[in-house]
């Protein structure tokens, strides 16, 4: 069964200041993955995705994520972070074979300090 | 804008009581996926339905249903409810056809048990 970790419950940066979010997902063949912000009181919305190709994605935002085969890792990325960026963050792992169901982690808190 | 639509946004009930939500999928989309989201749970798949049909069931209690109607609006019934059911319900709809994995989430149904 597929699974996603995101071992970082909250992470506080100040902004301007770069930032990195871990993921890192189990299952046997390539996943579909993806990474979706949820601010307060919205749905999930979705910064971006990879399915095959070029291992690093750009997303809306300003946002990117590299897939690590080796490392089992998604992680996502932004060079200089906005206050407007504080929210929650999940990363999801979809098999891409069977029944189609997206497994979400647990998400992380992101705190912007001005 | 997803373009899923959720009903209501906002319940408070009493336990013992049962409620309805409601959720229409972006138009065209044929799968619809119900999710929970708690603070101690994190998103949890609860059930999905691909035009009208129940495809899959993840943590469902037997006290919840679900059901898919031919103008491809999905409804999820919680019933005999407890003080454990108080969390965001989700609805999500996947695009029909082509490759993409990706998730369009409503803006959630918070219910409050009290």
């Known amino acids: 069964a597929q699974s996603v970790t995101q071992p970082d419950i909250h992470i506080t940066v100040s902004e301007g200041a770069s930032l990195e979010l871990r993921c890192n997902y189990s299952y046997g063949a390539t996943p579909y993955l993806f990474w979706y912000v949820q601010s307060p009181g919205q749905g999930l919305q979705l910064l971006l995705k990879?399915?095959?190709?070029?291992?690093l994605v750009q997303g809306i935002k300003g946002f990117e994520a590299e897939f690590k085969r080796s490392q089992s890792s998604f992680n996502l990325r932004k060079p200089s972070v906005h206050w407007s960026d504080a929210a929650e963050y999940f990363c999801a792992v979809g098999a891409s074979g069977g029944s189609y169901i997206p497994t979400f982690g647990r998400g992380t808190s992101l705190i912007v300090h001005p | 804008d997803s373009g899923v639509t959720q009903t209501p946004k906002h319940l408070i009930t009493a336990t013992g009581q049962r409620v309805t939500l409601r959720c229409s999928p972006r138009s065209g989309d044929l799968s619809v996926y119900w999710y929970q989201q708690s603070l101690d749970q994190g998103l949890q798949f609860l059930i999905q339905y691909y035009n009208g049909e129940e495809r899959a069931k993840g943590n469902i209690l037997e006290r919840f249903s679900a059901q898919q109607f031919p103008d491809l609006h999905s409804e999820l019934n919680l019933s005999s409810l407890e003080l454990g059911d108080s969390a965001l319900y989700f609805c999500?709809?996947?695009?029909?056809?082509?490759?993409?994995?990706?998730?369009?989430f409503g803006e959630g149904s918070r219910l409050t048990v009290l």
């Open positions: 990879y399915f095959s190709g070029d291992t």
């Open positions: 999500a709809s996947r695009q029909t056809g082509g490759n993409t994995g990706e998730l369009f």
